[in-house]
């Protein structure tokens, strides 16, 4: 990798600061890739600029010297997109992490891009508010990160994904115009809603330097009800069931060996001792004594039509947390072995005939490893994870389980499912995306990120090629 | 054996409490409740003792409101063979829940009563002492550990700086500390179960016991808003604060 030129250097310290660039490998490593440990981050430098004004300065540096940006937020993303391994500019988001404006009448917030999602879900309770898009990396994930994947998580069912708390957002474009879309209108019809091609975008349009979020009422009173199933298909019965008779808040679920890899890992304790193969966790509110009946009495029918064997329920917030744990602490249990993780998604209703496919290909092409399979499953989504044998080396169980990924993607498309529930696409998953979307689909998205980004500077090899 | 376990229903140990704006009291209102989490452990040991072939039988008793007989339900859900409940209102200070508990005591005759060493809201820690003295009974505190060894109990308990084992004689008093077991979670089984099993409702007047208060509330006040913090420029900026405006080192 060529070292940064002076000019350059100083061109890029101009913009943000001398102390806002970096060039040592700290920095590659900490600023240069997501969760994601495929490539090596190889970046020109990183920079973090702490203003809408900064961004634009950047951009406008980057088209004179034809230098390519790879936005980044949190870092947490599972699909390689914030990864720069190609001589790219970081352009990490971080200090743009102020909330201001909070407006109680049109329940909305100011943010910059930078802020950390749990800092405005805190921001929200304590207005006596709630921002309702969860999951178990909001500690470090970033609005403008959300943003540019979507995100989705654990309140899908209740609360849609990130797009639906989005009223409006600012970004630099990739000819560094400042466009301001939406201003927070609830209703907008005023030509194309441009906001939400830039959501979901993974930072191949521009830079979202700033977003106006939508806040909830907190909910009330949430109890958790861990539920142990014989089957997959037990687990969409009693999806079906609870569905029909409550408005639930989360519906997950995760396998045996799911939950045995949390017990032992993180300390924590089974819900019940009754073996189950697959575990559903289910939230909602209690805002009378009614709803717990309600669910109590959906249990029992559950029981009697052998879809559930045993099941315990929180009697307090810390048991709510503590059972919610089960489930979230997954993804951090497993990332010792290095998972192949699959984030794939069909409709609600054929989500039991879907598992069942995947899961004949899976167990048959990986007899010897270890499968852990969870997610949201009531959104259709599911997280499938093949565990690296300790013995294996990377490159071996990388290619592997390519292989296999293209019998799985197959599956998705007989099913018109997604590579990608939630994910986003990034370098990870840029060979599969012919099997979700259409070859003029994919042409037409390259039309609009030209549009947006005429030279190609954006965040470029990700989602598709050029 | 027969155990007595004392349940009592509190504020949730994660819900942040608030004053009411008076500030004659705590606001709860709309509060979500739950059990005292040391009590939540004392139901868990009298269960495992039960489960041991230790107990015979476990009651729960509570003391207060109507409400708290949510609390008895989940120590039935969790293993208690069955409830007692000291219907009795108003701010109860623990003389008073002492001399309920010491009538309960003394109708059932219990060879072991497990309470928490505190409740979350008052932070009294006073209870089972004050049971131990009216019922005049040994009592072990703080216990991280206990064990029935023929007749006699014996109890480890967390000390300063390490840890003490006592023998007690039974009948016996046991407060929980935090690391004597995890509870467990309630099953809905066991919940729909519990519905069924028998919860007797005692007044004070049943128990010969006079409800009179020696304590008045006088207020309460949320604790001083912390001042924001500031943003130092660099390490000798840090230092120097910490010198002459904390004055924390020198
Ligand atoms: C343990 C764990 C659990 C997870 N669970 C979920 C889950 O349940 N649901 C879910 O949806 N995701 C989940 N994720 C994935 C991830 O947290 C989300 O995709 C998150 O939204 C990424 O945010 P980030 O700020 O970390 O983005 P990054 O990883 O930094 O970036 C993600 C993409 O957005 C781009 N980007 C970042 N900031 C900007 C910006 N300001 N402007 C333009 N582009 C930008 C990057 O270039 C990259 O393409 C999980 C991840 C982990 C590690
Ligand atoms: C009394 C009255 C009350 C109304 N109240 C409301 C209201 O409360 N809220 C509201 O939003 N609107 C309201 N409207 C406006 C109107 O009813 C809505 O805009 C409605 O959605 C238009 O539907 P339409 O089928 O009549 O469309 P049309 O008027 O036929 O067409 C509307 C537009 O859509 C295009 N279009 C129509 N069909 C298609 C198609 N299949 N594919 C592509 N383009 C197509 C047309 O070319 C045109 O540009 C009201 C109208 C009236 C007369």
């Known amino acids: 990798m060529a070292a940064i030129s002076p000019d350059i250097l100083s061109a890029l310290q101009a913009c943000v600061g001398t102390e806002r660039v970096f060039t040592d490998a700290v920095s ?23 203003s809408a004004g900064e961004v634009q300065a950047l951009v406008r540096l980057a088209l004179a010297h034809k230098l390519a940006l790879v936005p980044s937020g949190g870092r947490t993303g599972l699909s390689a997109g914030a990864v720069a391994h190609n001589g790219e500019v970081v352009v990490a988001l971080d200090r743009l992490d102020d909330i201001t404006d909070f407006n109680p009448v049109d329940r909305t917030v100011r943010c910059g891009a930078g802020v950390i999602t749990a800092q405005l879900q805190a921001f929200a309770a304590d207005q006596g508010f709630f921002y309702p898009v ?31 708390w989005v009223a409006g957002l600012k970004i630099v474009t990739g000819s560094g115009e400042l466009l301001d879309l939406n201003r927070g209108l609830v209703k907008n019809n005023a030509g194309y809603d441009l906001r939400q091609l830039v959501i979901g975008a993974e930072g191949t349009l521009g830079i979202v330097v700033e977003a106006t979020m939508r806040l909830d009422r907190p909910p009330k009173d949430l109890a958790v009800l861990v539920l142990g199933t014989p089957d997959m298909k037990a687990v969409m019965q009693v999806l079906e069931t609870y569905q029909g008779a409550m408005d639930l808040q989360a519906f997950e679920f995760f396998s045996e060996l799911a939950l045995q890899k949390v017990v032992v890992h993180q300390g924590l304790q089974r819900p019940f001792a009754t073996p189950a193969e697959f575990y559903a966790l289910l939230e909602f509110e209690q805002h009378s004594d009614a709803d717990m009946e309600q669910a109590m009495a959906l249990f029992e029918h559950c029981v009697e039509q052998g879809w559930v064997v045993d099941g315990v329920v929180s009697q307090s917030v810390a048991q709510a947390q503590s059972l ?31 598992l069942a496919e995947v899961e004949a290909v899976v167990s048959a092409s990986y007899p010897e490893f270890e499968i852990v399979w969870f997610g949201h499953i009531g959104d259709g989504n599911v997280h499938l994870n093949v565990l690296k044998p300790d013995t294996l080396p990377m490159a071996e169980f990388q290619q592997r389980c390519g292989e296999v990924s293209r019998w799985v993607f197959e599956i998705v498309q007989r099913y018109e499912g997604s590579i990608s ?13 012919h099997y979700s979307r259409s070859e003029l689909e994919i042409q037409m998205m390259r039309q609009i990120k030209k549009v947006f980004d005429p030279q190609g500077i954006m965040n470029p090899g990700k989602i598709f090629d050029l | 054996m027969k155990v007595l376990v004392a349940v009592k229903r509190v504020v949730d140990y994660n819900v942040k409490v608030r004053a009411k704006g008076d500030g004659t009291d705590v606001d709860l209102n709309n ?63 623990p003389l008073v829940i002492a001399k309920l508990l010491k009538g309960v005591v003394d109708k059932e005759e219990p060879q072991l009563v497990i309470l928490g ?38 109890v480890i308990r967390e000390v300063d700086g390490g840890l003490q084992t006592l023998s007690l004689s039974l009948p016996a008093i ?63 900026q840090l230092v120097d604060k910490l010198k002459n405006e904390a004055k924390v080192i020198s």
């Not at chain 1, 178990?136 to 609005?143: E, N, R």
């Not at chain 2, 004050?130 to 009974?137: D, P, Q």
């Not at chain 2, 010969?208 to 008045?216: A, C, F, L, M, P």
């Open chain 2, 117 to 154: 060493k505190q409740s979350i809201d008052g932070d009294n820690n006073q209870t089972g002492q004050m049971l131990g003295a009216l019922a005049n009974m040994p009592q072990g505190t703080f216990a991280s550990e206990i064990k029935v060894e023929g007749d006699k109990l014996n």
């Open chain 2, 31 to 93: 509060v979500k409740m739950a059990i005292n989490p040391f009590c939540e452990i004392a139901v868990e040991e009298a269960v495992r003792l039960k489960e041991a072939g230790v107990a015979t039988e476990v009651i729960a008793v509570s003391v207060g409101a109507k409400p708290c007989q949510e609390q008895i339900r989940t120590a039935l859900a969790l293993g208690a063979d069955r409830g007692i409940h000291v219907e009795a209102e108003g701010r109860l200070e």
């Open chain 1, 134 to 164: 969860d999951f178990a990396s909001s500690g470090s994930s970033q609005i403008g990160g959300n943003i540019s994947t979507n995100a989705g998580g654990i309140k899908v069912i209740r609360h849609g994904m990130t797009r639906d």
């Open chain 1, 324 to 354: 919610w744990r089960l489930r979230e602490d997954i993804s951090e249990t497993i990332s010792r072995w290095t998972p192949y993780k699959n984030d794939i998604s069909t409709t609600i209703a054929r989500v039991p005939e879907f």
């Open chain 1, 28 to 50: 590659f490593e900490h600023y240069g890739r997501d969760w994601t440990r495929v490539h090596t981050p190889a970046p020109l430098a990183v920079v973090l600029p702490g």
């Open chain 2, 174 to 236: 046991v407060t929980t500390d935090l690391r004597l077991n995890e509870p467990r979670y309630a099953s809905l089984p066991n919940i729909m179960k519990a519905k069924k099993k028998q919860l007797d409702v005692y007044t004070p007047e049943d128990l010969g016991v006079s409800v009179t208060s020696h304590v008045s509330q006088l207020k309460v006040e949320p604790p001083a808003e912390r001042k924001a913090g500031i943003k130092v420029e660099d390490v000798a």
């Open chain 1, 421 to 433: 529930a939630e994910h986003g696409v990034g370098l990870l998953k840029k060979d599969y995306l």
